[in-house]
């Protein structure tokens, strides 16, 4: 599934569709009338975590890829999982495979930007209180609450508990206060950190310990797991990252 930095990185790159009118539509979305999109100008595109929005001046567009989703730029993939297509004067936008829905409200009304990690209005002390509201929740289940850490994913997740010496089983509770001060900070850093392997196009780009074979620590071998309620698989060092438990 892609994580936030991927798809920030797909707002940069539909920057130049922002002001263009929608000219034509196709795709078997079912929650949206994409011919409401015929004749509407873009205003804007947004990320939230894990989820594309298309701003248009009455309503906007979520768009969330899934496990399988994938987009196109000025290309089509004949395949049949076209979800939304948009053609403008100078290209087009498509999406498939992908869950798209309509918000008639302001963004602003139904998105709390201070969950993303990735957005100005990101609040490190709003995602510290809310750890502290589950003491007994693992580090590893914590950093993929999308209401906490909207946009992290379980690479990123690896990455963090890595760079910061935790066992991704360590309970919230136990953990120390700067442990999890720091545990925040990295969050958001490492989330831009894969932004940039993104832009080079390098999304694997220099990973520490996610798909990776032996610790570059110590040299041990990493441990592959299933972890925590969210039964998502983890990459972890057992001798460099200490247990709070």
Request: hydrophobic share 35%; charged share 30%; proline share 6%.
């Amino acid at each position: 599934m892609p994580e936030g930095p991927f798809m920030f990185y797909l707002k940069e790159k539909v920057q130049p569709f922002v002001g263009e009118k929608v000219i034509s539509t196709t795709g078997a979305s079912a929650k949206v009338d994409i011919n409401r999109l015929v004749g509407q100008p873009i205003l804007d595109f947004k990320t939230h975590g894990k989820e594309f929005f298309i701003c248009f001046p009455d309503f906007s567009i979520r768009i969330h890829l899934m496990l399988f989703g994938y987009y196109r730029i000025n290309e089509q993939k004949p395949d049949g999982k076209l979800q939304l297509g948009m053609q403008f004067e100078k290209g087009e936008l498509n999406f498939y495979a992908c869950a798209t829905s309509l918000i008639e409200e302001p963004l602003d009304q139904v998105v709390d930007w201070t969950t993303d990690i990735m957005n100005p209005q990101w609040d490190p002390e709003k995602a510290l209180a809310k750890m502290l509201k589950k003491p007994k929740m693992l580090a590893c289940d914590v950093l993929l609450d999308q209401d906490i850490f909207s946009g992290v994913g379980n690479k990123l997740k690896d990455e963090i508990l890595f760079e910061t010496r935790v066992h991704p089983e360590s309970l919230i509770g136990k953990i120390p206060d700067q442990k999890r001060i720091e545990l925040v900070a990295v969050a958001q850093s490492k989330s831009f950190d894969h932004l940039e392997w993104e832009r080079k196009n390098r999304p694997e780009g220099e990973m520490k310990i996610h798909y990776q074979k032996v610790c570059p620590r110590d040299h041990n071998s990493i441990d592959l797991k299933t972890l925590g309620k969210t039964k998502r698989t983890a990459y972890f060092c057992e001798v460099c990252q200490v247990l709070y438990d």
